[in-house]
């Protein structure tokens, strides 16, 4: 950034700024993340650089997202898939579509969810971009599971899961565990339990091990499980609440 910024060099320093940003997100330094992205957004404005100016408007909705800010990061990623239409940009409209799919989907508004996730799925499926679409599946996976559409879900999160292992994408190979085990109660609940209790012996990190047993805790009403969810979610959270 230093050198950009001795040389002048607009589009350098915009690049370097995107790079800062992503890098203090990572770290979870959100506050400077804005900064640099903030700084990134006014120099593609004036450069008319509207594939980096699209990417930095996906980027500060993500931040927006993680606060709960729900109506900024929905607005942020339209105007995201409003650039990237406009420049051709198929991959980044898919991504856009795959986050507001999300969002939509947790803020109960499931018609509009199903409609981008739909869209989503089948820009990434034409791209051959396989990390995204498996992440866009098991979002369908478990927004099927909400509307209680347990074929379509089983379909969903079979494909997501056979994506995800393919390409090693741990994350969504997780995810789509918990959703066969939460598919499988709709016929056999003690199937299910057992399924997740034998992820909890494979996954022994906290964030997982308290998505579990929350889990565990909605099938099998143990108090036990309840407890042991809240102190791990406490554990990772800095925030009072209540299941």
Same mark, same amino acid.
Request: a neutral charge.
């Given at each position: ?46 450069? *008319? ?11 500060? *909705? ?30 980044? /409209? ?26 989503? /799925? ?122």
């Amino acid at each position: 950034l230093a050198i950009a910024e001795d040389l002048h060099d607009k589009k350098r320093m915009g690049m370097a700024m995107l790079n800062l940003g992503v890098a203090y997100r990572n770290l979870g330094d959100d506050q400077k993340a804005e900064e640099f992205y903030r700084r990134k957004l006014e120099i593609s404005q004036e450069l *008319g650089d509207k594939r980096g100016l699209g990417i930095v408007i996906g980027n500060i *909705g993500a931040l927006h997202l993680s606060r709960g800010e729900y109506g900024q990061a929905i607005d942020c990623y339209s105007r995201r898939i409003e650039i990237a239409e406009e420049i051709g940009d198929r991959r980044g /409209v898919g991504t856009a579509l795959g986050n507001l799919a999300a969002i939509f989907k947790d803020l109960g508004q499931y018609d509009r969810a199903l409609e981008a996730s739909n869209q989503a /799925v089948q820009i990434m499926r034409t791209l051959g971009v396989k990390y995204y679409l498996c992440t866009f599946l098991d979002t369908q996976a478990g927004l099927f599971l909400r509307l209680g559409r347990i074929a379509e879900a089983r379909d969903r999160n079979r494909e997501a899961l056979v994506i995800a292992e393919e390409i090693k994408n741990g994350e969504i190979v997780f995810k789509s565990r918990v959703n066969q085990a939460k598919i499988a109660a709709h016929d056999d609940r003690s199937a299910a339990i057992k399924a997740l209790e034998a992820l909890a012996g494979t996954y022994p990190d906290d964030e997982n091990q308290a998505i579990l047993y929350y889990e565990l805790f909605k099938l099998t009403g143990d108090p036990r499980h309840k407890d042991r969810s809240v102190e791990l979610y406490r554990k990772l959270l800095p925030i009072q609440f209540e299941i």
